[in-house]
């Protein structure tokens, strides 16, 4: 049975003091619901809260950075490395979000390259795909998605694919408010599946948590994970909310 996962991306929001509020609020309110101890909760705060988030949440909660730099470590200005974050205690980082892809330029290469940093330093990378809505209109989303997955991971091993999970988040949902159907969602999970099935065989296929992400809320939530390839969610603005995300948490 592969891994069920409820993550939240908080993208830039919340200063520390409010950073660190909503994340012990969270945690009460996911030892207050009795969740599931299966299922993985990962939340992803700014790079500037997970130092001090680490220290008052609960095993239970695992946490993801937002991104890393492509390089180990040096002259690069502004950047956090892999190594540093695993310093902190941080379990995952999220790669390749489409807010990186089109504000910043992450390219399938760059975004290889983060991964391979991630895995390097004992880490999970939540590798985020999907397409423009224009890109789904044309008709071209599974051929979108197909080379993301084909720069972005397929030259990693099957043993590294093990800690590697896939968040398809197609842009045209991410804060939009339009959330895929629970039929386009397991469309796309599926496709993906398959595409790692012919690459990697069915026990690695089978053990990959594949996660949606775009307009995730507590009313939607039930019906996207009950689809058999959606693995869990992805959450952005959802995630804010400590009483919201715990419902989508029990949603899984
Ligand atoms: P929203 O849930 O706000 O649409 O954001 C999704 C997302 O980008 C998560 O990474």
Redo the contacts with the bound molecule.
């Keep these: 049975m592969r891994k069920k996962i409820v993550a939240g991306?908080w993208?830039m929001n919340t200063t520390l003091e409010a950073g660190i509020k909503l994340a012990k609020e969270l945690d009460a309110s996911v030892a207050n619901a009795n969740v599931k101890p299966e299922i993985g909760i990962i939340i992803a705060p700014p790079f500037t809260h997970l130092a001090s988030i680490k220290q008052v949440v609960s095993e239970h909660i695992c946490l993801a950075a937002q991104n890393c730099a492509d390089h180990k470590s040096g002259a690069y200005t502004g950047e956090v490395s892999a190594e540093m974050l695993k310093a902190v205690g941080v379990n995952a980082v999220?790669i390749g979000?489409?807010?990186r892809r089109s504000y910043y330029g992450d390219t399938d290469q760059v975004i290889a390259s983060k991964i391979r940093l991630v895995l390097d330093n004992d880490m999970k990378a939540i590798f985020?795909c999907g397409e423009t809505l224009d890109e789904r209109n044309a008709g071209n989303h599974f051929a979108v998605v197909k080379t993301q997955m084909e720069n972005g991971i397929f030259g990693f091993t099957a043993d590294e694919l093990e800690k590697i999970v896939i968040?398809y988040?197609p842009v045209w949902?991410?804060?939009?408010g339009v959330t895929a159907s629970a039929e386009q969602a397991q469309e796309m999970h599926g496709y993906i599946r398959k595409l790692m099935t012919e690459k990697y065989g069915k026990d690695v296929s089978e053990a990959c948590p594949i996660l949606y992400?775009?307009?995730?809320n507590a009313k939607n939530a039930a019906e996207l994970f009950a689809q058999p390839d959606v693995d869990g969610g992805?959450?952005?603005?959802?995630s804010l909310d400590p009483a919201g995300f715990t419902e989508i948490i029990k949603a899984r």
């Design positions: 991306n993208k999220i979000h489409s807010e985020c968040a988040e949902a991410i804060g939009t992400g775009g307009s995730v992805l959450v952005g603005g959802a």
